[in-house]
T-cell receptor, first 115, second 116 residues
Framework: DAGITQSPRHKVTETGTPVTLRCHQT?????MYWYRQDPGHGLRLIHY???????DKGEVSDGYSVSRSKTEDFLLTLESATSSQTSVYFC??????????????FGSGTRLTVV | AQKVTQAQTEISVVEKEDVTLDCVYE???????LFWYKQPPSGELVFLIR??????QNEISGRYSWNFQKSTSSFNFTITASQVVDSAVYFCALSEASAAGNKLTFGGGTRVLVKP
């Protein structure tokens, strides 16, 4: 399904460097989300967006910032990467109003390793 | 705040056995949605089912079945006659209809290992 793509798919970076992950959608959906997946924690919400330039924090937002300058792109930035941010990052999208019949569409994930 | 608990972290079964995954949720809303997702070893998240809070009918899809009980805030998932291809991590998730941004809250996941 090409409706949502994440880039890069894999990245290794050094502690203290900035990192930006990109989520791109072609569905024109209003809502976009960034989650991180860690063993034992499932997926936890980092930030989400409910429109262009409209974003809000999730439960694990410390150390992360986001931007959405156009409907199709939602960027997640680690200002100064730390080893605790080593994780798999998933982007998701959902349609306007009520949750759609399939709920949410997830990207394929970005595996980020901070060394 | 909404919360989803999957108490079983890992379940191991032999092929053809049935396996039931437990999911208990907490929410203050009367309108909400419950989901199950499958994450195979390849890593992608595969949608399995969505249920809204007003529909307590149990559902069966092939070897999969779901038991939704509002009285106990549970949404359990059963795989009948398990197969090796069912080996995956399964996530239960909750979305409150009134929450800004339709945020999805996940349980910690249950890893299912089906041995031949």
């Amino acid at each position: 399904d090409a409706g949502i793509t994440q880039s890069p798919r894999h990245k290794v970076t050094e502690t203290g460097t900035p990192v930006t992950l990109r989520c791109h959608q072609t569905e024109n959906h209003r809502y976009m989300y960034w989650y991180r997946q860690d063993p034992g924690h499932g997926l936890r919400l980092i930030h989400y967006s409910y429109g262009v330039k409209d974003t809000d924090k999730g439960e694990v937002s410390d150390g992360y910032s986001v931007s959405r300058s156009k409907t199709e792109d939602f960027l997640l930035t680690l200002e100064s990467a730390t080893s605790s941010q080593t994780s798999v990052y998933f982007c998701a999208i959902s349609g306007p109003g009520q949750v759609g019949p399939y709920g949410y569409t997830f990207g394929s994930g970005t595996r980020l390793t901070v060394v | 705040a909404q919360k989803v608990t999957q108490a079983q972290t890992e379940i191991s079964v032999v092929e053809k056995e049935d396996v039931t995954l437990d999911c208990v949720y907490e929410t203050r809303d009367t309108t909400y949605y419950l989901f199950w997702y499958k994450q195979p070893p390849s890593g992608e998240l595969v949608f399995l089912i969505r249920r809204n809070s007003f529909d307590e009918q149990n559902e069966i899809s092939g070897r999969y079945s779901w038991n939704f009980q509002k009285s106990t805030s549970s949404f359990n998932f059963t795989i009948t006659a398990s197969q090796v291809v069912d080996s995956a991590v399964y996530f239960c998730a909750l979305s409150e209809a009134s929450a800004a941004g339709n945020k999805l809250t996940f349980g910690g996941g249950t890893r299912v290992l089906v041995k031949p």
